[in-house]
């Protein structure tokens, strides 16, 4: 495993905690943390879908130079968006991360995979490919805006969106 990048968004927060401006965001924890990566941040890129993650395989066989994918997968518990292969390509790719408001699926491909990921729940059943989706738009997660080129920040401790780089 690589190292971590050098932060804590407990810092972070200590630091931007009376931004009221909406450039700070804290999304709430609710996520599950499934990849080897405990850490990770990058500037964010977008796929908004529904039960079906077509978009979500397109976006990490591309190579990911450092960023996150931010899956809007609407907060869907019936259908994994993400598993081991897609996961196993996002690493290939240079992928930093993927936080899914939704499922994934092959929890020990995930663990076993250097890569941050985080998700709402597990689930085994995969989704349907219908080529359904929208990519690099602004989507809420969990009530929290995120927008192509926001940066992200995972650890431990929390999940937290700026609109530029923060270290």
């Known amino acids: 495993m690589t190292n971590s990048p050098a932060f804590a968004t407990c810092d972070l927060c200590d630091v931007h905690k009376n ?3 909406g450039a700070f965001r804290v999304l709430p924890p609710v996520f599950r943390d499934f990849g080897a990566a405990r850490r990770f941040c990058g500037p964010v890129v977008t796929v908004k ?7 979500v395989k397109a976006a990490v066989d591309t190579a990911g130079e450092g960023r996150v994918l931010v899956v809007d997968g609407g907060g869907s518990l019936r259908r994994a968006l993400l598993g081991g ?8 790719n240079g ?9 994934v699926r092959d929890t020990a491909e ?8 985080r998700a709402l729940a597990l ?6 490919k219908r080529n359904e989706g929208q990519r690099d738009v602004a989507v809420q997660i969990q009530g929290v805006w995120v927008r192509p080129g926001d940066w992200l920040y995972a650890d431990e401790d929390g999940i937290l969106v700026a609109d530029r780089a923060l270290t």
């Open 19 to 21: 931004d009221g401006s």
């Open 49 to 55: 879908c529904f039960e079906d993650n077509s978009l």
């Open 85 to 92: 292969n897609l996961a196993a390509a996002a690493v290939r």
């Open 95 to 103: 992928w930093a991360g993927v936080l899914i408001d939704g499922c």
């Open 110 to 117: 995930l663990a076993a995979s250097n890569l941050g990921i």
């Open 123 to 128: 689930i085994p059943l995969p989704t349907e």
